[in-house]
């Protein structure tokens, strides 16, 4: 067994997804949905259309006490930024499967913005720190914010500790889309096919903040037929007990730098330009290259050719330059 350090990274087109009109609701408990489970009987048959009629983006909690999380399973993509405090916190998509319990869901920042413009999806949230809410206008985000205007969409379960208790569902982010007009939204598609990379079992994150404060370590480790979460070597499950897994594990470097947020102390931000990474797929990796811009990431292999995904949930790991990171061969 050896450890080596990483750098990473995978490719998205878009398509765009539309949606109507509808009354704004009151405050509902959560409704459980049916969602198909058939598959095409030949390559050439179209996918079942989306169970929900926009992609929307949901900031979670990933602090301790927001543990077992709900509805990251059913998530189509999964960003996970390092937040303040040596923590990290994810922006799901959701556009493919419903579920009707979906975070805790917490407060956005100034990254989450940013991915969420580049794409053009609405973004659910609880407020958030001072830059990230001045952002929200002059990026056009499609804003769905619990504590400003769109409380119905959300709930705080009885039985959690603020503020690791609030949630949403898919069908509620769904009336907030029709409601509000917010369309197009878009999803990434992925190239699809086989790379021949080197062999990897298991890859380990340590997410550390300023001055070096880490609270856990993340990791992914190939159980045969996905790459399992991990959360300091533990596997990680929902609320309900799925196993939390990926096809595709994006590891993205970029630079970080101090946000210096009045209302946040420590908060930081990203230069989402351009970089290297790996790509995580088939108990094997590969280095890649990616750019950000208008459209979101665009992934790439070292001769230029789009990166392939495996059909399934991809994450992407967005980490600041240097952090440290091992994998297993």
Same mark, same amino acid.
């Given at each position: 067994?050896?450890?080596?350090?990483?750098?990473?990274?995978?490719?998205?087109?878009?398509?765009?997804?539309?949606?109507?009109?509808?009354?704004?609701?009151?405050?509902?408990?959560?409704?459980?949905?049916?969602?198909?489970?058939?598959?095409?009987?030949?390559?050439?048959?179209?996918?079942?259309?989306?169970?929900?009629?926009? =992609?929307? @983006?949901?900031?979670?909690?990933? *602090?301790?006490? %927001?543990?077992?999380?709900? +509805? $990251?399973?059913?998530? &189509?993509?999964?960003?996970?930024?390092?937040?303040?405090?040596?923590?990290?916190?994810?922006?799901?998509?959701?556009?493919?499967?419903?579920?009707?319990?979906?975070?805790?869901?917490?407060?956005?920042?100034?990254?989450?913005?940013?991915?969420?413009?580049?794409?053009?999806?609405?973004? =659910?949230? @609880?407020?958030?720190?001072?830059? *990230?809410?001045? %952002?929200?206008?002059?990026? +056009? $985000?499609?804003?769905? &914010?619990?504590?400003?205007?769109?409380?119905?969409?959300?709930?705080?379960?009885?039985?959690?500790?603020?503020?690791?208790?609030?949630?949403?569902?898919?069908?509620?982010?769904?009336?907030?889309?029709?409601?509000?007009?917010?369309?197009?939204?878009?999803?990434?598609?992925?190239?699809?096919?086989?790379?021949?990379?080197?062999?990897?079992?298991?890859?380990?994150?340590?997410?550390?903040?300023?001055?070096?404060?880490?609270?856990?370590?993340?990791?992914?480790?190939?159980?045969?037929?996905?790459?399992?979460?991990?959360?300091?070597?533990?596997?990680?499950?929902?609320?309900?007990?799925?196993?939390?897994?990926?096809?595709?594990?994006?590891?993205?470097?970029?630079?970080?730098?101090?946000?210096?947020?009045?209302?946040?102390?420590?908060?930081?931000?990203?230069?989402?330009?351009?970089?290297?990474?790996?790509?995580?797929?088939?108990?094997?990796?590969?280095?890649?290259?990616?750019?950000?811009?208008?459209?979101?990431?665009?992934?790439?292999?070292?001769?230029?050719?789009?990166?392939?995904?495996?059909?399934?949930?991809?994450?992407?790991?967005?980490?600041?330059?240097?952090?440290?990171?091992?994998?297993?061969?």
């Amino acid at each position: 067994m050896g450890s080596k350090a990483l750098l990473a990274l995978a490719p998205l087109a878009l398509i765009l997804a539309s949606c109507g009109t509808a009354a704004k609701p009151a405050a509902t408990s959560p409704t459980h949905h049916k969602t198909s489970t058939k598959t095409p009987k030949k390559a050439k048959t179209p996918a079942p259309p989306p169970t929900i009629g926009s =992609a929307v @983006a949901v900031t979670i909690d990933n *602090a301790p006490g %927001a543990w077992p999380q709900s +509805g $990251i399973t059913k998530a &189509d993509l999964v960003f996970e930024f390092p937040a303040e405090g040596g923590i990290t916190r994810y922006l799901a998509v959701f556009w493919h499967q419903s579920d009707a319990q979906i975070g805790p869901v917490r407060s956005t920042r100034i990254y989450f913005d940013n991915v969420a413009a580049a794409y053009g999806w609405p973004l =659910a949230h @609880a407020g958030g720190n001072v830059d *990230a809410l001045k %952002a929200i206008g002059p990026l +056009g $985000i499609k804003n769905i &914010d619990q504590i400003y205007g769109s409380a119905p969409y959300f709930w705080r379960a009885p039985d959690r500790q603020m503020p690791h208790n609030l949630y949403t569902s898919t069908k509620l982010l769904e009336q907030a889309v029709q409601t509000d007009g917010f369309t197009p939204a878009m999803i990434p598609a992925f190239a699809t096919g086989k790379f021949t990379g080197e062999k990897t079992s298991s890859a380990l994150i340590t997410y550390a903040d300023y001055p070096n404060i880490w609270v856990y370590e993340v990791g992914w480790s190939w159980d045969g037929t996905a790459w399992s979460r991990l959360i300091d070597s533990k596997a990680v499950t929902t609320l309900n007990g799925n196993a939390v897994s990926a096809q595709n594990v994006a590891i993205v470097y970029a630079p970080e730098f101090r946000d210096h947020d009045p209302s946040t102390p420590g908060s930081v931000n990203f230069t989402l330009k351009s970089g290297n990474g790996w790509l995580l797929e088939d108990a094997q990796r590969t280095a890649i290259t990616w750019t950000f811009g208008p459209g979101g990431f665009r992934f790439s292999l070292p001769d230029g050719s789009p990166a392939p995904f495996q059909a399934g949930q991809t994450w992407v790991e967005v980490l600041p330059t240097g952090t440290p990171l091992t994998y297993t061969p």
